[in-house]
């Protein structure tokens, strides 16, 4: 964090938004009072500070994910299925087509 705590109680940023991203969370702000909350106006200073925040997040996760052995791509769990609802499996013996049993057609 390269804010700090008294500069984040000067400008008065919530408990809640004093993380990595709060020093820039804190021009962001003054831009926006500044500029009366006009989207428009603050575009540049929203997206550093967004883009700070998505990649503290991926860091996070890819820190948890090797941190604890499990891989990053995993597959979903297998449910095992009551018996009553298995699909039925294929047997071993072709089915016989019902066309078959009819004569061979003659020239």
């Not at 020093?23 to 428009?40: E, G, Q, S, T, V």
């Not at 499990?70 to 039925?88: A, D, G, L, T, W």
Request: hydrophobic share 25%; aromatic share 8%.
């Amino acid at each position: 964090m390269h804010a700090t705590q008294e500069q984040l109680r000067d400008a008065k940023v919530d408990l809640a938004y004093r993380d990595f991203c709060a020093h820039l969370l804190i021009p962001l702000n003054d831009c926006r009072k500044a500029n009366y909350f006009l989207p428009w106006r603050c575009e540049h200073e929203r997206h550093v500070y967004e883009k700070c925040q998505y990649k503290e997040c991926v860091q996070r996760v890819m820190h948890d994910a090797r941190g604890s052995g499990v891989p990053v791509k995993s597959s979903p769990p297998q449910i095992e299925r009551h018996p009553r609802f298995e699909r039925p499996r294929p047997s071993s013996v072709e089915p016989q087509n019902p066309r078959d049993d009819r004569q061979p057609d003659r020239a």
